[in-house]
């Protein structure tokens, strides 16, 4: 007596085949290109501003070598600790900052590769706003010398000034959107994406190292004389850059 083969398998295969041919038709539209937008106009808008720099930075440093490297951090300690001594009496926050940046003592080889004796240097950062009294300084620190002077713009001066730029920006990129509608037959727009961004695009007051820097500054600063100090210009620029759907 022969069996009959049961149909299940044969009519889940067929079923299968169906759902994942559904499965296709309806995932096909995701996979497709949509069609270009119309009525979209991509544009950008750029504001600039020229601000006085309104912060200093002084550099300071010392050298010292000798035959063992106690004795070079020990001179290099009372080298800094007298400067330190003498910036700390004016300083103040936000005005004429102080602090250490850098200190290293390293060996000095001979012909023979053996350690002949050792070199040391530190360094001594002063800043803030108030470029007068900072200039000032530079005269009275004796155990120092001048590497590095340079000026900028402040935190919170370039935060005002970014904003009021970014602000300014965007007003241009708003009235330009609104000209350039009317431009192509349309009566007004809506924003699609929009992007803001600054930065400082001046060239800062550059800063100069002892090895360059002009001998009668450095030997100004030695004699006693106060540095004299003339901060530059710095220019900020905030660009809008988007598209918009005219209407």
Sequence with gaps: MKHMQHPVS????????????????????????????????TLSATA???????????????????????????????AV????????????????????????????YNSKGAIS????RSELLVEGRDMAAIGALSG????????????????????????AVSAEAITRFKARASEQAKLFGYGSYTLREVSTSSDGGGVPQPMYRAAAAPKAMLSSAAD??????Q????????TVTGSVQLK
Excluded: H, N
Aim: one cysteine or more; glycine letters at 10%.
């Design 48 to 78: 600039t501003t020229e601000v006085p720099q309104d912060w200093m930075r002084l550099s300071f440093a010392v050298q010292r070598e000798g035959a063992d490297a106690v004795g070079v951090q020990s001179q290099l300690k009372q």
């Design 231 to 238: 901060a530059g210009k710095e220019s900020v620029t905030a």
């Design 117 to 120: 004796g050792w070199q040391g």
């Design 10 to 41: 044969s009519r889940f295969s067929t079923s299968a085949a169906v759902l994942a041919a559904s499965l296709c038709v309806a995932a096909a539209p995701a996979f497709a290109d949509a069609p270009p937008p119309s009525g979209v106009l």
């Design 81 to 108: 600790d007298a400067a330190l001594a003498e910036a700390r009496k004016g300083a103040k926050p936000g005005q004429v900052e102080v602090q250490t940046t850098g200190f290293s003592i390293y060996p000095r």
């Design 224 to 229: 006693g004389e106060s540095l004299a100090v």
């Design 140 to 163: 009275r620190i004796g155990t120092m010398t001048i590497s590095q002077v340079g000026y900028s713009l402040s935190r919170e001066a370039r935060e005002t000034v970014e904003a």
